[in-house]
């Protein structure tokens, strides 16, 4: 086997969108040959940055009724409430990505606290309209991610230092950089260059690219759902 192709998935859990890309990606992580990378970023820095404004699909009417039928979670199996807005986000998410970050700083071997707290964020704000600002919110949230108290409450300390505000920072200049406007952001490594596919419904342009095969959202080779 050739090795793994290098796929970069920039995302903030006050996106949905993000939501349904990130549960594709990491079904796929273990269906294709590649590694995949999590790159937490801030949302509202996306936006202010590339001079985007989460109004804007409202003005034009059948674009944002169209938006609200595309946002169909079922063949992705995420359960999103029917009555939160998709371009008013019910709360912001400054602190939860700066947590996630930090979990993300610990964590040695792998990905996998960032993917199941990330997770559990994202069905806090979409799937039961709670909070994810306070420390409490995001100690319950990660309790649900399997994380220890102890891991937990460091977690929450560093997210306040320095040193994770500027991670948190770079990374998301690194998806301006890229040419980000929104999220979610899946940048290839292909053939010493990147490509760079926004939204979660390029998988089959994306899979083209790095010349592997779309199999739909649940591919039947797929080893491990997220519950």
Same mark, same amino acid.
């Given at each position: 086997m050739s090795s793994k192709k290098?796929?970069?998935l920039f995302y903030d859990v006050v996106? @949905?969108? /993000?939501?349904?890309?990130?549960?594709?990606?990491c079904r796929y992580r273990?269906?294709?040959?590649?590694?995949?990378?999590?790159r937490p970023a801030f949302l509202g820095g996306i936006m202010k940055?590339?001079?985007n404004s @989460?109004? /804007?699909p409202g003005l034009v009417p059948n674009k944002f009724l169209y938006m609200t039928k595309d946002l169909n979670p079922q063949h992705v199996l995420v359960l999103l409430l029917k009555n939160v807005s998709l371009f008013l986000p019910p709360t912001g998410s400054l602190a939860a990505m700066r947590f996630v970050t930090a979990v993300q700083e610990r964590e040695t071997g792998g990905d996998e606290q960032v993917?199941?707290?990330s997770r559990e964020l994202w069905r806090r704000i979409w799937s039961q309209d709670k909070d994810i600002t306070k420390p409490e919110s995001l100690t319950e949230a990660a309790l649900k991610a399997g994380l220890s108290n102890r891991d937990i409450e460091e977690a929450l300390a560093l997210a306040t230092s320095d040193k994770i505000k500027e991670k948190l920072k770079k990374a998301t200049e690194?998806?301006?950089g890229h040419g980000s406007f929104g999220f979610p952001v899946i940048l290839c490594h292909v053939n010493g260059g990147k490509e760079m596919f926004f939204g979660s419904d390029r998988f089959e342009l994306m899979a083209h690219c790095i010349g592997e095969k779309w199999l739909g959202p649940q591919p039947k080779e797929l080893v491990k759902t997220p519950n």
């Open positions: 290098v796929i970069e996106s @949905p969108y /993000s939501w349904l890309g990130f549960e594709v990606m273990n269906v294709w040959n590649i590694d995949l990378k999590l940055g590339a001079g @989460p109004k /804007s993917e199941c707290v690194e998806a301006l």
